[in-house]
């Protein structure tokens, strides 16, 4: 499992680079074609393009801005990680999730998959982010206070001091 999030540097991802800085080296999978049907988890990036309201259960409805959120999820029903990223990638589903809400508005970016993974282990390795939500697709999870975490346009000068 990844310890942090980086890229290359700053330059590549810039030019479109999206590696994750892990020991096997994770690609950024922009369409689920490329995605294995595994049982696991994923980093899933979604830009906020206009502002969204997300209900949380027991908490007035809060506003996310614009910017980039990234969703630590899992899949390990039929079809694994390519079905479930397939069901983030397309428009006009119904909305189910927290999650939905962002994908149906926002644009997906891709997503790092993590064959095997958990992912509340992924969001550990994101701890340094800013939690935006608390409660965001984690409702039936004991370990994390949100599966969704912003990126802030300079979280990787961020990461680079810790
Ligand atoms: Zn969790």
């Known amino acids: 499992m990844p310890t942090r999030l980086t890229c290359c540097n700053t330059a590549a991802l810039a030019a479109g680079c999206h590696r994750l800085a892990t020991p096997m080296?994770?690609?950024?999978?922009?369409?689920?074609?490329?995605?294995?049907?595994?049982?696991?988890?994923?980093?899933?990036?979604v830009d906020v393009v206009k502002p969204v309201?997300?209900?949380?259960?027991?908490?007035?409805?809060?506003r996310l801005g614009p910017g980039r959120y990234l969703y630590c999820g899992s899949a390990r029903g039929p079809g694994g990680?390519?079905?479930?990223?397939?069901?983030?990638m397309r428009r006009g589903?119904?909305?189910?999730?927290?999650i939905d809400r962002l994908t149906e508005t926002?644009?997906?970016?891709?997503?790092?998959?993590?064959?095997g993974g958990n992912e509340c282990d992924l969001v550990a390795a994101l701890s340094n982010l800013p939690?935006?939500?608390e409660g965001f697709g984690s409702s039936d999870?004991?370990?994390?206070?949100s599966h969704l975490l912003y990126w802030p346009a300079?979280?990787?000068?961020?990461?680079?001091?810790?």
């Open 53 to 62: 309201k997300v209900a949380i259960r027991g908490q007035p409805a809060k």
């Open 93 to 98: 589903k119904a909305v189910r999730w927290h």
């Open 141 to 145: 999870c004991s370990r994390c206070c």
């Open 131 to 133: 939690v935006p939500i």
């Open 106 to 115: 926002g644009v997906v970016a891709g997503a790092w998959i993590f064959p």
């Open 81 to 88: 990680l390519k079905a479930r990223l397939a069901r983030h």
């Open 154 to 162: 300079d979280a990787l000068n961020r990461q680079r001091k810790h």
């Open 25 to 45: 080296a994770q690609i950024f999978c922009t369409n689920a074609d490329d995605v294995p049907s595994l049982p696991g988890a994923y980093v899933l990036a």
